[in-house]
């Protein structure tokens, strides 16, 4: 389907991670305008050179769990000339990039505090602040919507066994600000109704980046589809979610994972 999000400008935080970039090459290819954003640094680097030329393509470095760029970023974006009517928050830190750097994955019992705090200022606090700063500057000046991010881990417990060995594990914090997350969707989407807004959570399953054969396999085995999916496989969900075409659903989580969460 060509053009499914003509008319749409679409800001996206972390846009510049497997998933988002993903969504960047994607809703540019079907008419959309995409405002990116991200922290600086390589991926940031990478998505400016992939689309720096596309003129419905703009990039602003934003982190996502400072309040302040947060509160101007609607503002500083209509400034520029685009009003923004598709939100995703999509930024995110995982449990491999929280413990990254060499250090050992932490057990429950070790987890800090503050390890725990942080993942929750950026995966559940920061949509938050987001949808706050919609409800201020957009929700009611004309329709939009906003598409939270959330994961098969969010509504589901997680399957301990299958990191036996591995060099992660899944992350107990990650899980937690997944759950909320669709909290804030469902508190919203009733909130925000009657001023022509909705809001709706994605739950990925598990996308495959280099992981190993064997983690496939184990992974697999609890995917009714049997294998990870591709990033392209998560698009079309997350297009769709954007579009026209799902402007009668609000307060809905849309499971993307192969079955994971049917059995
Ligand atoms: N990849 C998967 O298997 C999977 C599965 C389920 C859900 N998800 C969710 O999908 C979303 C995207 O995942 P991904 O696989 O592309 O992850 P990724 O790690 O590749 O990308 C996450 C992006 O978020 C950015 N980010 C982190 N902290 C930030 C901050 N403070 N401010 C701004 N940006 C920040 C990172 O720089 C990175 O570009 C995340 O919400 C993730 O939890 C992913």
Request: with cysteine.
């Amino acid at each position: 389907m060509a053009d499914q999000l003509k008319g749409r400008t679409v800001f996206i935080t972390g846009a510049g991670g497997v998933l988002g970039s993903t969504y960047v090459r994607r809703m540019l290819a079907e008419g959309a305008r995409v405002v990116a954003s991200d922290l600086p640094g390589k991926r940031a680097e990478a998505l400016r050179e992939a689309h720096d030329l596309n003129p419905d393509f703009r990039f602003y470095e934003v982190d996502v769990s400072d309040e302040d760029q947060i509160t101007t970023i609607f503002q500083r974006i209509e400034k520029d000339g685009w009003q923004v009517n598709v939100v995703l928050n999509n930024a995110a830190i995982t449990g491999e990039l929280l413990m990254g750097a060499g250090k050992p994955f932490p057990d429950f019992a070790d987890l800090s505090v503050s390890d725990w705090e942080k993942t929750m200022r950026t995966n559940l606090t920061a949509p938050f602040m987001v949808a706050r700063q919609m409800d201020r500057d957009i929700v009611g000046r004309w329709p939009c919507t906003l598409i939270n991010v959330a994961s098969m881990y969010a509504l589901n417990g997680a399957h301990h066994r299958i990191y036996d060995g591995m060099p992660f594990k899944n992350f107990s914090a990650y899980g937690v600000s997944k759950a909320g997350i669709h909290g804030l969707t469902v508190w919203l989407a009733g909130y925000w109704a009657a001023r022509g807004a909705t809001v709706n959570t994605i739950a990925p399953g598990a996308v495959f980046n280099g992981h190993s054969e064997e983690f496939q396999r184990r992974v697999g085995e609890l995917i009714m589809l049997n294998r990870m999916a591709k990033p392209d496989e998560i698009a079309d969900a997350m297009l769709f979610l954007a579009s026209p075409a799902a402007g009668y659903m609000t307060g809905q989580i849309v499971n993307v994972d192969g079955g994971f969460s049917g059995w």
